[in-house]
């Protein structure tokens, strides 16, 4: 595992818009969480805005909210019985990084737990609850990034559903074919 | 390209929720328009919801905000040239079905056209507006589905910027390790 370094928080669509499976820590009363999610998405870049549904019924759910804070961390393929794990027992009666073997580092900008074990680990505040009575949409703020410096694409997972993940695999480069104001910041 | 037939909203999930690039064709006032879009997310089973950011720059928005309406295709590998043109030129200007040699075919429950050569088609019918004007984000409900039966696994592009997409690779399934009640609908 290599260290992960700090990293610009209008790019972490690099590694978030490919939609891959991402484990949520959170921190509330003294106590740890963490959740799987696969329902977000990148909304802004500068603020660095990320949408995502947490479901009432997990656990995470009033820690997040109660907290205004988490951690959204990208595990690689090698985690892959730790994310089903994961997303398989409450944290209401376990201590999930015990539990799955994981590291709780500290973070800077919030006091959620950083995730060591995985690829990147984005800090996050809520920054806009509005839709969370109604859908369970939270929007956070991304304040703080950290991403492994290699490898530059790591195997990512993304959920189907039914059980069944797709891996990321071949990258293709289409810069050439891009206008240059196309490319993002 | 094996006809699509219809599938179940509910599970329209099982292509969107791992993140692939998607392009949104819409009709408005007798015009059609297509945009790319990776900026996503699943957010509810039944209503079958999308929220997704299609920045109001676009072409596209004022046309899906006033007809209300648009279709969601999932285009694979095969087709990321046409994905990358149609990011990179305005339907203000062209015609992009017939620039990009697309075939429109007539939806059922909207007026927004499916794109033929897509894997699959979502219509969709825009479900909530709250905050389009803050975020540019859209709710949509999938309220017709259309996907082809095979390949179960299409290879789908995965946007990271800067021009450069990861596709979907190998298929890992871990249903053994899921509670029943976790595998979703």
Not at 2 to 12: E, G, L, N
Request: proline share 6%.
């Amino acid at each position: 595992m290599i260290a992960k370094r700090d990293f610009p928080v209008y790019k972490v669509r690099r590694y978030l818009e490919p939609g891959p499976i991402v484990l949520v820590s959170s921190r509330w009363r003294g106590k740890t969480n963490i959740m799987t999610m696969g329902w977000h998405t990148v909304m802004e870049f500068a603020p660095s805005l990320i949408g995502c549904v947490i479901a009432s019924g997990n656990h995470s759910f009033h820690m997040i909210r109660e907290s205004g804070e988490c951690v959204i961390n990208l595990p690689t393929t090698e985690l892959v019985d730790v994310v089903v794990g994961i997303g398989n027992c409450s944290g209401a009666r376990i201590d999930k990084f015990a539990k799955f073997g994981l590291t709780a580092d500290a973070a800077s900008e919030v006091k959620a737990p950083l995730i060591r074990e995985c690829h990147a680990s984005f800090e996050c505040r809520l920054h806009d609850d509005a839709l969370v009575g109604k859908y369970n949409f939270f929007i956070f703020e991304v304040v703080k990034a950290h991403v492994a410096p290699e490898p530059s694409h790591p195997e990512t997972l993304h959920y189907t559903g039914d059980g069944v993940f797709v891996v990321s695999g071949d990258v293709v480069d289409k810069r050439a074919l891009f206008r240059p104001e196309m490319l993002g910041p």
